[in-house]
């Protein structure tokens, strides 16, 4: 029996945002834009996404003159990501 996949993980753009996140310890907006070649407004919306379900935390900060945000992944963002990534072998091994 597979387990259902975390719909909020799943998802391409978020799914890349989690994975650089849980291997560093926090990265500034641009840093991930760069890394995902998003947008700035799809990076946003899914950003905020991943801040509702508190698995990232997001800080608004000022880096002289400009504005600086900067993610890092929540506990719980970790714990689900893991889940994920479990969930996603078990697919691949009954494959």
Known sequence: ??????????????LAIM???????QAEFVYLK????ATSGNLSV??????QANYISIE???KGKYP??????TTQG???FSRYVK???AYLRNT
């Open 1 to 14: 029996m597979f387990n259902d996949l975390d719909p909020l993980i799943h998802s391409q753009l978020r």
């Open 19 to 25: 994975s650089i996140l849980v291997g560093v310890e």
């Open 34 to 37: 760069e890394k995902t070649n």
């Open 46 to 51: 899914q950003l905020e996404k991943l801040q």
């Open 60 to 62: 608004k900060t000022f």
């Open 68 to 73: 600086l945000t900067i993610c890092r992944i």
């Open 78 to 80: 970790g714990e689900a």
């Open 87 to 89: 969930d996603l072998q």
